[in-house]
C-alpha cells in the first residue's frame, strides 16, 4: 500500500486552506512542494554549516563542499550516470539547456548546419537554440506532432542529413503530458551517429531514470521539479562530450591558472560551474531525492499512474470537457479546454474552492498554435495527491463546467 496520509504529513504547505477551503494542489508540473526534510536542510544549512565552497581550508567550508560533493554523487546515482564529475550543478534546466546550446554550438555547430527539435518543446528547448541557430545561421528541424499529442517518429527518421549535428527532446511534456518514446528516439539519432540531449524536466519526478540505459549524451533537470529548492538544477553529460565542449562562463572555479594572457581551464566539473555554486541547494537537492528514493520511484510511478488515470476518466465523463493531447502513454499532466469557457476563469473559481491548477500556455506556445487554441487548464500531480483530491477536483470541475 503507497502511505499517501504519512507522505502528505511530509509536506507541511498542504495543510494550509486557501480561501477557507483545504488546499487541493493540482500544479506540481510548475513547481513541487517541499517536504520538511527539505527545508530543514535549508536551515541546518544556514543555521550550522554556511560556508563557501572549494576555496578554504577552515572547518565550515570543509563541510560544506563535503556536503555539495555528496550532492554531486546522489544525483549520479539517482540517475545512474557512471560519473559524478559528469555532473554539472546549474540553477535550472534552463540554465542547463542554455548551457548546452552555447558551448554545443560554439563547437559543432556552423553555417548550413541543423539540429532537431519536436514542435512540442518546451520554450527553455526551442529559445536557447533559436537563439543558438541565429548566430550561426544554422537550422531547426522539428519532429511534428499528431492531434493525439504524440510525435510523428516515422518523420522524424527522415528529418536527419549529413549536416544534423544535434537532437533534443523532452522526455514528458509539460503540456500534453505525453511520454516520449525517447529510448527510440536516441536510438534513431545515434544511428546517425547524433548525439541526443534528453529535456528531463518533466520525467525525472515520475518515472525512473537510468542515463546509461537510455544511452542519452545529456540529460536536464530542475531540483524544484522534484521536491528540491528552486535555483538548483542539472546538465548530466557524457564525459567525452563534456570534455570536447567550451565553457560557458568564466571566472572563479572553473579555472586550474589565469595569468593575465591566458587561462587554462579547470576539470569536470568545475570547468562549467563558474562563480560560487548554489552549494546550500545542491545539497537541499541530494536531500530531496533521498526522500524521493525513500518512498522509491517505481511507487511513485505506480501512485501518480493510478491518479492520472482515475482523473482522465472522470474528466472524459465531463460533457463540454476537451483533453487536450490522448497519447496512451502519459504522465504527471492533463491539459483540457472547456466549450464556452476561458481556462484562465475556470482556474479562477477551482481556486476559490481551494483547487490550484495552471492555466495559460504552459511556455509552449506552438503547441497552441497547433492545436488553435488561446491556452488549456492542465492539472498535474505529484507523489502527495490522492484519490480524494482527483474526486474532489472532478467533482468540482463537474460543476463549473456545468455553470458555463
Ligand atoms: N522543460 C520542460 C518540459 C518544463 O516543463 C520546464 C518547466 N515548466 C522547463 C523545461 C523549464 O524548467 P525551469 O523553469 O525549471 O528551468
Not at 112 to 135: F, K, T, Y
Not at 176 to 204: F, M, R, W, Y
Not at 292 to 299: A, D, K, P, T
Not at 330 to 353: E, Q, R
Request: proline residues 5%; contains cysteine; aromatic residues 8%.
Amino acid at each position: 500500500m503507497y502511505p499517501i496520509e504519512a507522505i502528505r504529513k511530509d509536506f507541511p504547505i498542504l495543510t494550509q486552506r486557501i480561501h477557507s477551503n483545504p488546499l487541493v494542489y493540482l500544479d506540481s508540473a510548475a513547481t513541487t512542494q517541499k517536504p520538511q526534510c527539505v527545508i530543514d536542510a535549508l536551515v541546518d544549512s544556514y543555521s550550522r554549516t554556511n560556508s563557501n565552497i572549494h576555496r578554504g581550508i577552515h572547518s565550515l567550508s570543509q563541510i560544506s563542499t563535503d556536503l555539495y560533493e555528496q550532492a554531486r554523487e546522489r544525483v549520479r546515482a539517482f540517475i545512474n550516470a557512471p560519473q559524478s564529475k559528469e555532473v554539472i550543478f546549474t540553477k535550472s534546466v534552463t540554465e542547463s539547456l542554455n548551457l548546452l546550446a552555447c558551448s554545443f554550438g560554439e563547437a559543432y555547430v556552423g553555417e548550413g548546419d541543423e539540429i532537431i527539435l519536436s514542435a512540442m518543446e518546451h520554450h527553455s528547448n526551442l529559445v536557447p537554440w533559436q537563439m543558438m541557430c541565429e548566430r550561426k545561421k544554422a537550422t531547426i528541424r522539428f519532429v511534428p506532432l499528431f492531434e493525439s499529442g504524440e510525435l510523428d517518429i516515422e518523420t522524424y527518421k527522415t528529418l536527419f542529413s549529413k549536416r544534423t549535428k544535434l537532437v533534443s527532446i523532452a522526455h514528458v511534456s509539460n503540456s500534453l503530458g505525453t511520454v516520449n518514446p525517447i529510448k527510440e528516439i536516441i536510438e534513431i539519432a545515434h544511428a546517425h551517429k547524433v548525439p541526443v540531449c534528453v529535456d528531463g524536466a518533466q520525467s525525472v519526478q515520475h518515472t525512473p531514470i537510468d542515463v546509461q540505459a537510455l544511452d542519452c549524451d545529456f540529460f536536464a533537470f530542475s531540483g524544484h521539479k522534484i521536491y528540491a529548492p528552486t535555483g538548483i538544477g542539472v546538465l548530466w553529460g557524457k564525459e567525452q562530450w563534456l570534455n570536447a565542449l567550451p565553457p560557458y562562463q568564466g571566472g572563479g572555479g572553473m579555472i586550474k591558472t589565469v595569468s593575465l594572457a591566458h587561462t587554462e581551464y579547470n576539470v569536470l566539473p568545475f570547468k562549467f560551474e563558474a562563480g560560487t555554486p548554489n552549494y546550500v541547494d545542491a545539497h537541499a537537492l541530494g536531500v530531496a531525492l533521498e526522500y524521493v528514493q525513500s518512498i522509491g520511484i517505481q511507487e511513485i510511478e505506480k501512485h501518480e499512474h493510478t491518479l492520472i488515470t482515475h482523473a482522465t476518466k472522470r474528466m472524459q465523463h465531463i460533457e463540454g470537457l476537451h483533453i487536450i493531447g490522448n497519447a496512451p502513454n502519459k504522465a504527471g499532466a492533463i491539459s483540457f479546454t472547456v466549450h464556452g469557457a476561458h481556462p484562465a476563469d475556470i482556474g479562477m473559481i477551482l481556486d476559490k474552492k481551494g483547487i490550484a491548477i495552471r492555466t495559460g500556455t504552459h511556455c509552449t506556445e506552438p503547441i497552441m498554435q497547433f492545436y488553435n487554441i488561446p491556452a488549456t487548464a492542465r492539472v498535474s500531480f505529484g507523489l502527495y495527491n490522492s484519490m480524494e483530491e482527483i474526486d474532489f477536483f472532478a467533482d468540482t470541475l463537474q460543476k463549473v463546467v456545468h455553470m458555463f
